[in-house]
Each structure stands twice: as structure tokens, then as C-alpha cells.
């Protein structure tokens, strides 16, 4: 499975914006990753592919929301009240098999992965 990312760009504290990943082929699981400058690459939000199964985390909860486009192979990720702590480089990741919920939020979990989205955050 190939995936492509877009949608990054820069934005105003407060501000919104919208990524996009298209995958070339069917996942169960797709996921948003970070890894801003320096830092470890962490777990941003992720969902199955019926969208029973969804997990957040907590710097990102009540402002993003994952969303998918199952004809498309398609997943979003909606952000809003952006903050500069949200700088990174995005990276949508998939998983073709499923997962207990809990390991959606591991790096390791994913077996493909796009080639990032750079968001920047001024303040």
C-alpha cells in the first residue's frame, strides 16, 4: 500500500486545517503520526476501516478529528484550534490487518507509511 499526504501548510494559532492521505490500496486501520524537530515520532489519531474502533490522544482530543472515505481509500484528519505545539511533520500510516485497540497508538503497529505533511503553527 502507497500512501500520500498533503494538506499541510502554515497556519495562525487558533486556526484550522485539513490533511489528506490517499492509500493505493484497502486498510483496516489508518492512522496520523508527528514527529516535530527533535522529538520522537508520536501517535496523533487513528480509526478502523467500519469506524467502530477510534483512538485519539490526549494533547489532540476535542480539536482533530479522523475520518475516512472507505470508497476513496481515503482518511482526513480535521484540525482545529491549532496551537504551536502542534508543529510537526504529519505521516499517515496503515495497517491492512486488525488490532486490539490499544496498539493504535504504536509506531510499530503501522506497515506503511506516507512521506509527511509539514504543518507549522505561528504565533
Known amino acids: 500500500v502507497q500512501l500520500q499526504a498533503s494538506g499541510g501548510g502554515l497556519v495562525q494559532v487558533g486556526g484550522s486545517l485539513r490533511l489528506s492521505c490517499a492509500a493505493s490500496?484497502?486498510?483496516?486501520?489508518m492512522g496520523w503520526f508527528r514527529q516535530a524537530p527533535g522529538k520522537e515520532r508520536e501517535f496523533v489519531a487513528a480509526n478502523s476501516r467500519s469506524g467502530g474502533n477510534t483512538l485519539y490522544a490526549d494533547s489532540v482530543k476535542g480539536r482533530f478529528t479522523i475520518s475516512r472515505d472507505n470508497a476513496k481509500n481515503m482518511v482526513y484528519l480535521q484540525m482545529n484550534s491549532l496551537k504551536p505545539e502542534d508543529t510537526a511533520v504529519y505521516y499517515c500510516a496503515a495497517r491492512t490487518r486488525r488490532i486490539i485497540h490499544g496498539a493504535m497508538g504504536i509506531v510499530d503497529s503501522y506497515d506503511y507509511w506516507g512521506q509527511g505533511t509539514l504543518v507549522t503553527v505561528s504565533s
Open positions: 490500496g484497502r486498510s483496516d486501520i
